[in-house]
Nanobody, 128 residues
């Protein structure tokens, strides 16, 4: 089974940028779609973005569309989340997740518990 390790979180001022990385290992990684969720204190975990198995199709939450970009580098078994024009409300722990299905409500708050693999999370703090 694939394992995921996130990195790249930190403190950034509003309007700045940050790039998160999700490094994957395991023989079956090439068969998985990968996405990002985030969870702020006292709030429900919410979907952010995902990319399909081939890395040629993406889907974004409306709140980050146009600001965040998800991409993959299969030679490094890594998925990235480039976050631009960051806002204080983007502050959260960011988690990457992997699943063999790109479609379905598992890529939403209500069905996220059905996703197959999760990383440990990385904290992003955006100051005003």
């Amino acid at each position: 089974q694939v394992q995921l390790v996130e990195s790249g979180g930190g403190l950034v001022q509003a309007g700045g940028s940050l790039r998160l990385s999700c490094a994957a290992s395991g023989r079956t990684f090439s068969s998985y779609a990968v996405g990002w969720f985030r969870q702020a204190p006292g709030k429900e975990r919410e979907f952010v973005a995902r990319i399909n198995v081939n890395g040629d199709y993406t889907y974004y939450a409306e709140s980050v569309k146009g600001r965040f970009t998800i991409s993959t580098d299969n030679t490094k078994n890594t998925v990235y989340l480039l976050m631009n024009t960051l806002k204080p409300e983007d502050t959260a722990v960011y988690y990457c997740a992997a699943d063999r299905n790109f479609y379905g409500n598992r890529w939403s708050s209500v069905g996220a518990g059905n996703l197959e693999v999760w990383g440990q999370g990385t904290l992003v703090t955006v100051s005003s």
